[in-house]
């Protein structure tokens, strides 16, 4: 299945803990990015990386840090975890030559901070 | 930021149509997005607009741009049950490296009663 896939789809940790999501995509893309979306459904961006140079970095404190090894992949980690860390993590891929930005989403991973 | 506003909950019975409104405020807006997120799921692209056209339809769906007044709309026909779920309006600017950097409304709620 051509798709982008994000793993885990749910993941509770303590505070204080480091974890890390990890995101492939198999559709040719060359850029990829993180969305966080909030316990209000707020839906902001994070982080796009392009052919694996950061293109996109939001005000997002740097216990965040994305990484990605080739452009079919872009990871998440996260130093430290807090309490209001806790939401839903979603990967997304786009084809930068098309104007429209059409992005392709991950189903997310679910992040529970206690 | 550029701020995306939408009314959260819809409900509507089946068969009727459903009219989802979207207002925005970045006047530089390229494109603008509908998107679908249906429980525990990513985010399903559903359609776009460019921001030089007024209407724009795919089966039962119509978008229609009021670039003047910065009001987007989404009508869907027909509404069933499985159109259910959260539909978030989205836009772009064209600014060279902000090309695929999307801001999201909040989301509206569609229920669509039996």
């Known amino acids: 299945d051509t798709a982008v896939s994000q793993t885990p789809k749910y993941l509770v940790t303590q505070m204080g803990n480091d974890k890390s999501i990890k995101c492939e995509q198999n559709l040719g893309h060359d850029t990829m990015y993180w969305y966080k979306q909030d316990s209000k459904k707020f839906l902001k961006i994070m982080f796009s990386y392009n052919n694996k140079e950061l293109i996109i970095n939001e005000t997002v404190p740097n216990r965040f840090s994305p990484k990605s090894p080739d452009k079919a992949h872009l990871n998440l980690h996260i130093n430290s975890l807090e309490l209001g860390d806790s939401a839903v993590y979603f990967c997304?891929?786009?084809?930068?030559?098309?104007?429209?930005?059409?992005?392709?989403f991950g189903a997310g991973s679910r992040l529970t901070v206690l | 930021g550029e701020d995306v506003e939408q009314s959260l909950f819809l409900s509507v019975r089946e068969g009727d149509s459903s009219v989802i409104n979207c207002t925005y405020t970045d006047s530089s807006s390229t494109y603008l997005y509908w998107y679908k997120q249906e429980p525990g799921a990513g985010l399903q692209l559903l359609t776009y607009i460019f921001s030089n056209m007024d209407m724009k339809q795919d089966q039962r769906l119509t978008v229609l741009l009021n670039k003047k007044d910065k009001h987007l709309s989404l009508r869907i026909a027909d509404t069933q049950t499985g159109d259910s779920a959260i539909y978030f309006c989205?836009?772009?600017?064209?600014?060279?490296?902000?090309?695929?950097?999307?801001?999201f409304g909040r989301g509206t709620q569609l229920t669509v009663w039996p």
């Open positions: 997304a891929s786009s084809h930068r030559g098309q104007s429209q930005s059409v992005l392709t």
């Open positions: 989205a836009e772009t600017p064209d600014r060279g490296s902000t090309l695929g950097r999307l801001y």
